[in-house]
Antibody, heavy 119, light 108 residues
Framework: EVQLVESGGGLVQPGGSLRLSCAAS????????MHWVRQAPGKGLEWVSY????????YYADSVKGRFTIFRDNAKNSLYLHMNSLRAEDTAVYYC????????????WGQGTLVTVSS | EIVLTQSPGTLSLSPGERATLSCRAS???????LAWYQQKPGQAPRLLMY???RRATGIPDRFSGSGSGRDFTLTISRLEPEDFAVYYC??????????FGQGTKLEI
C-alpha cells in the first residue's frame, strides 16, 4: 500500500523556521516526483512546491519562493520542506503528495501536518 | 496566472439525486492537465479524476468528468451519503505551475 506520512509541524513564532518531513512507503520513491500542498484553516488548497525524482527540477509558488526549500533523500524514501522566515499567513495544514506521471494528478496525499505561526 | 472558478460554491442535494459541478478556467487548459479531488472534513484530499475524464483507482463509476478548453464538469450520477464533501478542480500550466479552484461544497 502506498503511504505518505508527514511530520514536523507545530507552533513557531513569526520569523522562525521549521522543517517538515514526509516518509514514503509502498512504492519506488526514487522514481516519482513529489509535491507539497497546504491548506489554511477553513480555506482551499494551495500548491507550494514540486521536486522531480532526481531533484534536478524544483518549482515553488511565488508566496514561498526564497523562504522555503524542498529537498529529498531517495536513500531514506523521504521528502522535506524547510521553511524559513515564517509568517502568520503560512499557518496551514501541509500535505505531501505523490505526482502522477504524464497526466496531472496528485495521488495519494499524506494525512497532513499542522504548522501554526503565531507569537 | 490561470484562475479556476468553480460553481456553485455550495450545492444542496439529496441522496439519489444527480450532481453537476463546474470548473471554468481563465485560459484554455489541456485536458491532460485537469484533475478533480474530493475532500471530506478532517481528511486529506483524494484524487477522483485525472485527464479530465479518467477515474482514479477505486473511484466508483457514478463519478464522471468531461469538458475541454476552458469548461470542465464533474458529474455524480446518483449521490450516495458518502459523496457529500468538498470538491476541487486543479490545473497544471502557467505560473503558478499548479492551481486549484476554490472548491464546491456538496451538502445534504
Amino acid at each position: 500500500e502506498v503511504q505518505l506520512v508527514e511530520s514536523g509541524g507545530g507552533l513557531v513564532q513569526p520569523g522562525g523556521s521549521l522543517r517538515l518531513s514526509c516518509a514514503a512507503s509502498g512504492f519506488t520513491f526514487s522514481t516519482y516526483s513529489m509535491h507539497w500542498v497546504r491548506q489554511a484553516p477553513g480555506k482551499g488548497l494551495e500548491w507550494v512546491s514540486y521536486i522531480s525524482s532526481s531533484s534536478s527540477t524544483i518549482y515553488y509558488a511565488d508566496s514561498v519562493k526564497g523562504r522555503f526549500t524542498i529537498f529529498r533523500d531517495n536513500a531514506k524514501n523521504s521528502l522535506y520542506l524547510h521553511m524559513n522566515s515564517l509568517r502568520a499567513e503560512d499557518t496551514a495544514v501541509y500535505y505531501c503528495a505523490k505526482d502522477r506521471p504524464s497526466v496531472l494528478g496528485f495521488d495519494p496525499w499524506g494525512q497532513g501536518t499542522l504548522v501554526t505561526v503565531s507569537s | 496566472e490561470i484562475v479556476l472558478t468553480q460553481s456553485p460554491g455550495t450545492l444542496s442535494l439529496s441522496p439519489g439525486e444527480r450532481a453537476t459541478l463546474s470548473c471554468r478556467a481563465s485560459q484554455s487548459v489541456s485536458s491532460s492537465f485537469l484533475a478533480w479531488y474530493q475532500q471530506k472534513p478532517g481528511q486529506a484530499p483524494r484524487l477522483l479524476m485525472y485527464g479530465a475524464s479518467r477515474r482514479a483507482t477505486g473511484i466508483p463509476d457514478r463519478f464522471s468528468g468531461s469538458g475541454s478548453g476552458r469548461d470542465f464538469t464533474l458529474t455524480i450520477s446518483r449521490l450516495e451519503p458518502e459523496d457529500f464533501a468538498v470538491y476541487y478542480c486543479q490545473q497544471c500550466g502557467g505560473s503558478p505551475l499548479y492551481t486549484f479552484g476554490q472548491g464546491t461544497k456538496l451538502e445534504i
